[in-house]
């Protein structure tokens, strides 16, 4: 069992910087292939970048160049450094581990982007 829990969403003004971490516990996190997905209200969750086991990364059109995912397996912890926020960024950022047949979801943290 993986337990996720995020950390560091908030309000912030359009143009800001948040970075929002999950800490892992409870299997090997270095396996695992992590993510980032959000949810605005009314809309299905998408993804919004991951990282893989070995590094290599993936990003949303809508987030590339601005968002920078990255992990610290020692710390087992994955961040998401968001950087020229935008209003249409405003969602519950939800962090995401998978391995094989394995998947983990947090419980999601509130980012909120005012104009």
């Known amino acids: 069992q993986v337990q996720l829990v995020e950390s560091g969403g908030g309000l912030v003004q359009a143009g800001g910087s948040l970075r929002l971490s999950c800490a892992a516990s409870g299997s090997i996190f270095k396996n695992y292939e992590l993510g980032w997905y959000r949810q605005a209200p009314g809309k299905q969750r998408e993804l919004v970048a991951t990282i893989a086991s070995g590094g290599s990364t993936n990003y949303a059109d809508s987030v590339k160049g601005r968002f920078t995912i990255s992990r610290d397996n020692a710390a087992n912890t994955v961040y998401l450094h968001m950087n020229s926020l935008k209003p249409e960024d405003t969602a519950v950022y939800y962090c995401?581990?998978?391995?094989?047949?394995?998947?983990?979801w947090g419980q999601g943290t509130q980012v909120t982007v005012s104009s």
């Open positions: 995401n581990a998978r391995y094989l047949l394995w998947t983990y």
